[in-house]
């Protein structure tokens, strides 16, 4: 395409209770930004175009957040494309994933029908009336498109309805004649975490269990896995009889799960937690030293904030970060994930779970060595 792309990397914000935080200020990509991508953090992308001056990150004054979250609301509206499109600056995309999977260049009539579509059952359900459809994304947003004078591409949710055995939204894997795009696919299929969360990480392996460990990852309230909770326990139980028989013991285990230790009663967990003679326990607090103190870290260093080139903004001021530390980013998680990438003895994580699948990656990867 002759427009220049840029990927605008969404927020995660939770009024009162932390601050923005974007996904490059968690995951390094400096293994694509400048050579593959171009990026522009939001902050300042918003900053921009809703006339922000400040970091409205760190307003703590309510009736200016108040009076801030109203323009933001307004603000998002343009940007998102719900009230159409302007002309030469956005062009708002309609497809969503319920009705377009995207190809690219894969040689197929523009308009095929995707294999998933929703069986009687979920139409009933979820009161759906219509179809899925392959869709070229350089035919239909490319040059000679409706959309080709427009500087931005707006697109709906991503995550609108059931995508199960379909491509998300985007379907290149079989793009074989554009080595830009197969360079781009190689190049993100693994991406760690920055330096700061990877090094925490570590750190406690080393310095709070210190001994070999097994990391179980288990994923027991959300509603897509707690009905195979039995399953779950079964494949910890299997690997710890196997650990047994080595002669580790107690086994450090490093237990990574949304299940609140007051609802333990019965279960697995339980049975692990009282047998304090085979095995040893461990876990990891958000309120924990390490945690908060890698989040002032992360907070401080602003990855987002100075990734990436953007010509048509150059001589504008980057934000700086000054907000008070009891508004952190919220990163247990990603320094759970990173612990468990150390876990020597073995990991076992729940089927399904996309973090179990990071922590797969993560451990192929060896990162824990390389941090």
Same mark, same amino acid.
């Given at each position: 395409m002759n427009r220049q792309c840029y990927t605008f990397l969404r927020l995660?914000?939770?009024?009162?209770?932390? @601050?923005? $935080?974007?996904? $490059?200020?968690?995951?390094?990509?400096?293994?694509?930004?400048?050579? %593959?991508?171009?990026t522009?953090?939001? @902050?300042?992308?918003?900053? !921009?175009?809703?006339?922000? *001056?400040?970091?409205?990150?760190?307003? *703590?004054?309510? *009736?200016?957040?108040?009076?801030? %979250?109203?323009? &933001?609301?307004?603000?998002?509206?343009?940007? %998102?494309?719900?009230?159409?499109?302007i002309d030469k600056c956005l062009y708002a995309v309609d497809e969503d994933c319920r009705t377009t999977v995207w190809t690219y260049k894969n040689g197929e009539e523009d308009g095929v029908l995707d294999p998933f579509q929703p069986d009687e059952q979920l139409k009933k359900k979820k009161n759906i009336s219509y179809v899925r459809r392959h869709r070229d994304v350089?035919?239909? &947003?490319?040059?000679?498109?409706?959309?080709?004078?427009?500087?931005?591409?707006?697109?709906?949710? !991503?995550?609108?309805a059931s995508y199960k055995g379909s491509e998300l939204y985007i379907d290149i894997h079989e793009v074989q004649t554009d080595q830009r795009i197969q360079s781009l696919i190689g190049k993100s299929k693994f991406l760690p975490f920055v330096p700061e969360i990877l090094i925490a990480g570590k750190k406690y392996a080393l310095e709070t269990i210190k001994a070999p460990f097994l990391c179980a990852q288990l994923r027991l309230l959300d509603g897509q896995f707690k009905n195979h909770r039995t399953a779950t326990f079964l494949g910890l139980k299997q690997k710890l009889e196997s650990l047994k028989r080595t002669g580790h013991q107690p086994i450090h285990i490093f237990v990574m799960t949304d299940l609140p230790r007051g609802n333990w009663t019965g279960s697995y967990l339980s049975d692990l937690a009282s047998d304090s003679d085979h095995f040893k326990l461990h876990f990891l607090r958000g309120e924990e030293d390490l945690v908060i103190q890698t989040a002032k870290k992360i907070a401080a260093a602003g990855h987002g904030l100075?990734?990436?080139?953007?010509?048509?903004? *150059?001589?504008?001021?980057?934000m700086k970060m000054h907000c008070p530390y009891q508004r952190l980013p919220d990163i247990l998680l990603y320094i759970e994930e990173s612990v468990c990438a150390c876990a020597s003895l073995g990991f076992v994580g729940t089927a399904g779970s996309t973090i179990a699948e990071s922590i797969e990656l993560m451990r192929k990867s060896d990162v824990c060595r390389t941090s």
């Open positions: 995660a914000y939770m009024p009162c209770l932390c @601050r923005y $935080v974007s996904m $490059v200020d968690i995951i390094d990509t400096s293994s694509l930004v400048p050579s %593959s991508i171009q522009i953090d939001f @902050r300042i992308f918003a900053s !921009l175009w809703c006339g922000w *001056n400040k970091d409205f990150t760190c307003i *703590n004054d309510l *009736n200016a957040r108040s009076s801030l %979250s109203e323009s &933001l609301m307004q603000c998002g509206s343009i940007i %998102s494309g719900v009230n159409g499109n350089s035919k239909t &947003l490319g040059p000679g498109s409706e959309s080709e004078s427009a500087t931005i591409l707006a697109f709906g949710s !991503l995550f609108s100075r990734l990436g080139h953007i010509p048509w903004i *150059n001589g504008v001021s980057k």
